[in-house]
Every structure is written in C-alpha cells, then in structure tokens.
C-alpha cells in the first residue's frame, strides 16, 4: 500500500510495541515531518518532499528518491548513536536539472541529519543510482547527498541507467556530501580529430 503524508506538520507513529517499524509498499512523505518511534526496516519505495525521522533504518531493498519532481528528501535520526544502512540492492533515484546549481532546486537531494560527531551514521553498499533528465542535463557538478556532520558515511555508490551519453561520470566523496560528476562521452567529432592525429603522426614517422 501508500501512506501518504501531507501538510507542514508532524505525524508521529508510535511503533514501540511493535519494537520496529517495517514498510515494504510506499512511504510519501510529500511535506513536514513523518516520526516514527522505533527503528524502521525497509523493502519498499521512500520518497517525497518532507523529512522522515526514525530511530534508523536498515533498507534491504526497495529505492529512495526525493522531491515531488526536483526537491529534497531529509532523512533524520532521532539520536545521533543510530545508523542508517542501505544494504544492497536499495536503489536510489535523482532527478537532474542544470549543473552546478541549488541542491534541492536545481536537482534531487537526499539530506542527512541528526547524525553524531564521531563514528559512522550513513552506510552505503555500492548501491545503484538512477537518473532521470528534468530538462538542462550537463556537463557539471551535482550534489546528490549531504551530511549534517563531516565523515560520518561509508561506502560507496554506482552509477546506473540515465547516463548513457555521460559515460565519463563520477561520483565525488566530500567529506560532507557526495556529488556527481557529469562528463559526456567523447563526440564524434573529437575521435575524428584524435583518428586525424594519430594518422599524421604515422605518416611523419614513415617520412623519416
């Protein structure tokens, strides 16, 4: 099923009986805050414009992607000694405006905050990352996610489908976000040239 949030305020669910929390359908966060309890296990979608705060969660799957279009997804820990792991496959989906603009305006961002100034809060799996064009695609930088505290991630992230002409991209790990690197693939043009050159420099070699 989908449990949608919606409006500016808080929604708190109280799973303690429960001990965790689980979602395997759709959770919509589309505005203000949706609390939950207790810890939270994933294997379906999380999504929206608003900000999930949970006692951490473990994601076996399923896929993260922000904004209702281009916004921002805020994941918060209630306190900052739990942990957010992404094991694999949880995927993650962005949509990407022009480069090197706004996070959050310009293209998707997922937010992380209430983490601890010492230790490891964010754990990532080489998990895949799909993109989609929202309209000014290029080449450029894209910050895709931040932390509220400097090097409290691990791991890292894989480009997936979305970036077939840009096969030259990249993911920059920063200290306190990570961002793509767009780079086209070479044009034709360019191997045409660099065919031209090679050929001219074997010409001037059996000259000599």
Do not use: C, M, W
Request: glycine share 14%.
């Amino acid at each position: 099923g989908i449990f949608n949030k919606t409006g500016a305020g808080i929604a708190t669910v109280q799973s303690a009986a429960l001990g965790t929390a689980a979602n395997s359908g759709t959770l919509h966060v589309q505005a203000g805050t949706l609390a939950f309890s207790t810890a939270l296990t994933n294997s379906g979608n999380i999504r929206g414009n608003g900000t999930l705060q949970t006692a951490g969660i473990t994601s076996t799957g399923g896929n993260f992607a922000a904004g209702n279009s281009i916004g921002t997804l805020t994941l918060a820990l209630a306190a900052p000694s739990q942990v957010i792991d992404f094991d694999s496959p949880t995927t993650f989906t962005f949509e990407l405006g022009t480069p090197d603009g706004v996070a959050g305006v310009n293209n998707d961002l997922i937010a992380f905050t209430g983490l601890n100034t010492t230790g490891t809060n964010v754990l990532f799996d080489n998990n895949t990352v799909n993109f989609t064009n929202a309209g000014g695609l290029g080449e450029g930088l894209y910050t895709l996610f931040t932390f509220d505290q400097a090097n409290r991630y691990t791991g890292t992230l894989n480009i997936g489908s979305g970036l077939e002409s840009f096969s030259g991209s990249s993911f920059f790990y920063n200290i306190d976000n990570i961002q793509l690197n767009l780079i086209p693939e070479p044009g034709t043009g360019a191997l045409l040239l660099g065919a031209f050159g090679l050929l001219a420099i074997r010409s001037r070699r059996r000259l000599r």
